[in-house]
């Protein structure tokens, strides 16, 4: 099951919260004693940010999976730290990102230490609106400074963002996305309802993922049936891109939703009704649409409301996934229309080519 860390940072009492939940994840994660000082070390820095500088916010950890690069080059699981908030943002983000520099006007102390000691490590931040911190650390450390997606060598790249319901233990939502060969497929399940039988069930869908990941997207939520039989049953939908053809072939049961963005253009995938495991359409159509090096796929469970903003789209495929993931859930949510579910978003992006290897 899907175990997320969600911890709000309001008071000085809460990064504490935010120290421990990290000692936790990095033990849940298999990091090691170093590797998991270094998370509980950027996890503190970055609640306190929260805290003194982007007037509060909320700490997101979990274990994520690089699966995307060629065979034999994936780095295993990582930690996951995400700093979101809705504060003033930082005016100038290279002097904020120097060793020591700190303001009362802008989230600053302590970013040169995590950009260094993390494995990936990326500031989106925007003046008045807010800004997101994230870093990864793996169990392993690069030989090189980890300022790079930890999927190099890979044409796409993957990253998202799973917020539970009232800060439950585990997210009824699920996300995984392998390569077989020259096919990368992501899938995003959502549960019935939320809690542990929400999660049982989407867990249930993203464990058949690696060995079902070279089906196209119709066959494989047909194989998904029989193994959500005995859960609750789940709403699931499959992108799967070929990367010597460049199609991206997408199909979905149940009430995920997915937008392809191609240039300046949103275009919105459409699902059948049904549930995964319960309920399956008589007919389930496979969408097939080409993707291009500013091609860039979103999905996400109902907890996102349907009728989201995209981002800007000046810089959006040269962001890492999760950060674009994560200003979708921050700018999509306020105190006066607050989450009815657990909320998941998933972003396929291009490889910048000024990052590649």
Known sequence: MTRVWDVPVHDSTRVRDVRVAAEAAAEHTGLGRDRGAAATLVATELATNLLKHGGGGRMLVETVHDDLGPPGTGRGPALQL???????GIADLAAASLDGFSTTASLGAGLGTCRRVSDHFEVHTVPGR???ALARIHAARRDRPGHRSPDDGAPVRVGGINIPLAAAEHSGDAWACVRSGDVVTLLLADGLGHGPAAAKASGAAVGRLRELAHLPPAELLDALHPALHDTRGAA???????????????????NIGARLCSGDTWRPLLSRPGIVGAHRPARLPQSSLPWT??????LHSDGLPSRW??????????WDPAVTAAVITRDSSSAARPARDDTTVAVLAPTPQDQRP
């Not at 995400?82 to 003033?88: C, M, S, T």
């Not at 699931?236 to 149940?254: E, H």
């Open 82 to 88: 995400a700093a979101i908030d809705h504060g003033p």
């Open 130 to 132: 807010g800004t997101v």
């Open 236 to 254: 699931v939908a499959v992108a799967r891109l070929d990367l010597v053809s460049l199609r991206l072939d997408f199909a979905g049961i149940g």
């Open 293 to 298: 090096r500013d091609s860039l796929l979103v």
């Open 309 to 318: 903003v995209p981002p800007p789209l000046s810089r959006l495929t040269s």
